[in-house]
C-alpha cells in the first residue's frame, strides 16, 4: 500500500544543508495503523509530508497504493487525508459547514454526497450544535474537529495524521483515539506521529522509530514487546537511541 523506498531528504537553509531524512525505507500494509515516534526535529514531518506528495525526496522514492508520488501526485492526492499538526487550514470567516463544503468541492463531491457526509461526520465528533458557527470564534479542540472532520470529507483509504493530539485536552484526544479505533474497524490505512508513548501503544499495530532522520526500529509493536521483554515504549523507545540503528542489523 505504502512503500518507502531509500528515502533521503536534504534541506538548504542559507548555505547549511540538513538532511532530514537519511536511507528510509519500510512499508505499510492496508488496514495497519503506524505510529511514527520520534523526538523534535527527528523528521516526521518530512517523512509524512513527502507521503502526502507534498516534498520530493532527494534520494530514494515513495509510492502509494501503486503511485509514485513524484509522477503521480494526483493519483495519491485522491486517496489520502493529511492534517499537519499546528495548520488546521480552516477559514475563521466560514462556518465550520461552510469550510467542508468548500474542502468537498474541491474533492468533486456532488450536493447531496457533501451534505450526507457532512451529517455523518458531525454526529461522529459531536459537531452538530456549532456546525453553522463561524470558525473564527471556537477553541481549539472544536477546531480540530472540524480540522480532522474537513481531512476525511473525501473518505480517504489512507489517512496521515502530524501530531494530531498535541496541545489537545483529554477529552479531545480520547475523541480523536475514538476515530482511529472506527477508522481501523473500516479498514483505512493510517499513520500519525506522536511523541506520546501511550497514544501510539493504545492504537498502533506497528511502530517506526526515526531518530535524527533514521530509521532506527520498524516492526509490529507487540513483536517489538515480546523481543524487547517489556511492555514499557517509553524505555524501549529511549534504549534503541541509544543502540542506534539496529533495524538493518536484525
Ligand atoms: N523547510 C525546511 N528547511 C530547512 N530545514 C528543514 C525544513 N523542514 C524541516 N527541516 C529540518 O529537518 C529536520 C527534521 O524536521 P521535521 O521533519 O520537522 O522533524 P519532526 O517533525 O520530527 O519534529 C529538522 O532539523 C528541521 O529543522
Ligand atoms: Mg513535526
Not at 477529552?171 to 479505533?181: D, E, G, M, Y
Request: proline share 2%.
Amino acid at each position: 500500500m505504502i512503500e518507502i523506498n531509500e528515502v533521503t531528504k536534504k534541506f538548504q537553509d542559507k548555505k547549511v544543508f540538513v538532511t532530514a531524512l537519511k536511507h528510509v525505507s519500510f512499508s505499510v500494509k492496508k488496514g495497519q495503523i503506524v505510529g511514527l515516534l520520534g523526538e523534535n526535529g527527528a523528521g516526521k514531518t518530512t517523512l509524512l509530508r513527502t507521503i502526502a506528495t507534498l516534498l520530493t525526496p532527494t534520494e530514494g522514492s515513495v509510492s502509494v497504493g501503486g503511485y509514485d508520488t513524484v509522477k503521480n501526485p494526483d493519483e495519491i492526492k485522491r486517496k489520502i487525508g493529511v492534517l499537519f499538526g499546528g495548520e488546521t487550514g480552516l477559514y475563521d470567516r466560514l462556518t465550520a459547514r461552510e469550510n467542508l463544503e468548500y474542502f468537498a468541492a474541491l474533492y468533486g463531491l456532488s450536493k447531496h454526497e457533501t451534505k450526507v457526509r457532512i451529517d455523518d461526520l458531525a454526529k461522529m465528533f459531536g459537531m452538530k450544535d456549532y456546525l453553522n458557527r463561524k470558525v473564527g470564534g471556537f477553541s481549539k479542540g472544536m477546531r480540530q474537529k472540524v480540522a480532522i472532520a474537513r481531512t476525511l470529507i473525501h473518505n480517504p483509504e489512507i489517512i496521515l495524521f502530524d501530531e494530531p493530539t498535541t496541545g489537545l485536552d483529554i477529552t479531545s484526544s480520547n475523541v480523536f483515539r475514538q476515530l482511529v479505533h472506527q477508522l481501523k474497524r473500516e479498514g483505512k490505512t493510517i499513520i500519525f506521529s506522536s511523541h506520546i508513548m501511550e497514544e501510539v501503544s493504545m492504537l498502533c499495530d506497528t511502530v517506526a522509530m526515526i531518530h535524527k532522520g533514521e530509521l532506527v526500529h520498524h516492526g509490529n509493536l507487540e513483536q517489538l514487546y515480546k523481543s524487547e521483554g517489556s511492555r514499557d515504549l517509553n524505555y524501549i523507545f529511549m534504549s534503541k537511541l541509544v543502540r542506534g540503528n539496529d533495524y538493518y542489523a536484525s
